[in-house]
Each structure stands twice: as structure tokens, then as C-alpha cells.
């Protein structure tokens, strides 16, 4: 009767584990590192995109107020793309805005004129039938038209002066 003992150590799996973990971590470091790298990049042409979409909106209205550019931005059918048209949109409707209120005041100018032609050309012909009845209306009413004369001369400068402003501000 005889017995065997064989005796083998662990060391040799033990080394095989270490190996396997430290290749695992090195792999796993190395994707890590990749990603990283991947995302900033991404996050880097993000900010691009929107820096210069930010400096275009910016650039789009002049000091004064007016806009001088309605389209910009890229055509990229992502979120930047949309947000740009957005922009995009909202300067047309701006400019047409913008050009209402400015065409505005001379429209104003020509449509307070007119009723205040008839309203003088209705106090010059009181006044003139006033004369041919040698006074026969109230010795007061005289002093009413003159007041309504000046109303009407100030209406008539404030509404010279609306459309000077507006060729100055052309």
C-alpha cells in the first residue's frame, strides 16, 4: 500500500488573477480615457457652435436698435440648427416691426394733417363770415377762434417736428 502526495502551490494561479485584473483595469482604463476624450471633444464643438450662433444673434442688431442681418446661424438639422432658425425668425419679424414704427410716424403726420386742414379751413370761414356780418356773432367767439388757431399751429409744430425726427432718424 503506498500514498501519493503531490503538492502544487497557488502562486502560479494567483499570478495568472493579477494578470487578468491588471489587463482588465489597463482596457477599462484605456476606454475611459477614449470616452473622456470622445465627450470633451463633443462638448468642445458644442460650444463652438453655440459661441458663434451667440455672436452672430449679437451682431444682428446694430447699436441703434436696427436689425441689420435676419439670417443666422447653420442649417443643421440638430437643436443649435433649430435654435438658430428660431433666431432667425425671430429677427425677420423683428425687422418688420422695426420698419412699421418707423414708417409709422409719417403715416401718423399724414393722417393728423388732414383733420387739421379741415378744422383750420372751418375756423378761417367762421372768421370770414364773422366779417361779413360786422360782428353779429358773440364779441367771445372771436377770442374762441383765435385760441382754436393756436391749437391748431401748435398741433400743426409738434406734428413738423414728429417728421423731422423721423427723416433725422432715417
Same mark, same amino acid.
Given at each position: 500500500?503506498?500514498?501519493?502526495?503531490?503538492?502544487?502551490?497557488?502562486?502560479?494561479?494567483?499570478?495568472?488573477q493579477r494578470q487578468a485584473i491588471a489587463?482588465?483595469?489597463?482596457?477599462? #482604463?484605456?476606454?475611459?480615457?477614449?470616452?473622456?476624450?470622445? /465627450?470633451? @471633444?463633443? &462638448?468642445? +464643438? =458644442? !460650444?463652438?457652435? *453655440? %459661441?458663434?450662433?451667440?455672436?452672430?444673434?449679437?451682431?444682428?442688431?446694430?447699436?441703434?436698435?436696427?436689425?441689420?442681418?435676419?439670417?443666422?446661424?447653420?442649417?443643421?438639422?440638430?437643436?443649435i440648427g433649430d435654435l438658430s432658425r428660431?433666431?432667425?425668425?425671430? #429677427?425677420?419679424?423683428?425687422?418688420?416691426?422695426?420698419?412699421? /414704427?418707423? @414708417?409709422? &410716424?409719417? +403715416? =401718423? !403726420?399724414?393722417? *393728423? %394733417?388732414?383733420?387739421?386742414?379741415?378744422?383750420?379751413?372751418?375756423?378761417?370761414?367762421?372768421?370770414?363770415?364773422?366779417?361779413?356780418?360786422?360782428?353779429?356773432?358773440?364779441?367771445?367767439?372771436?377770442?374762441?377762434?383765435?385760441?382754436?388757431?393756436?391749437?391748431?399751429?401748435?398741433?400743426?409744430?409738434?406734428?413738423?417736428?414728429?417728421?423731422?425726427?423721423?427723416?433725422?432718424?432715417?
Amino acid at each position: 500500500i503506498g500514498v501519493v502526495v503531490a503538492q502544487e502551490t497557488t502562486n502560479s494561479i494567483q499570478t495568472v488573477q493579477r494578470q487578468a485584473i491588471a489587463n482588465l483595469f489597463n482596457k477599462t #482604463l484605456i476606454v475611459f480615457t477614449i470616452v473622456t476624450l470622445l /465627450l470633451l @471633444g463633443f &462638448a468642445n +464643438r =458644442l !460650444s463652438v457652435r *453655440l %459661441r458663434h450662433l451667440r455672436n452672430q444673434a449679437e451682431t444682428a442688431i446694430d447699436p441703434n436698435g436696427r436689425v441689420t442681418v435676419t439670417k443666422i446661424g447653420s442649417s443643421a438639422k440638430d437643436e443649435i440648427g433649430d435654435l438658430s432658425r428660431s433666431f432667425s425668425s425671430i #429677427l425677420e419679424k423683428l425687422k418688420q416691426y422695426n420698419t412699421y /414704427l418707423e @414708417g409709422m &410716424a409719417s +403715416r =401718423l !403726420s399724414h393722417e *393728423l %394733417r388732414t383733420p387739421l386742414a379741415v378744422v383750420r379751413s372751418s375756423l378761417e370761414n367762421l372768421e370770414a363770415l364773422e366779417n361779413l356780418e360786422a360782428g353779429c356773432l358773440h364779441s367771445e367767439s372771436h377770442i374762441y377762434i383765435e385760441r382754436a388757431k393756436e391749437g391748431i399751429g401748435r398741433l400743426n409744430t409738434i406734428i413738423t417736428r414728429l417728421s423731422e425726427a423721423t427723416r433725422l432718424e432715417q
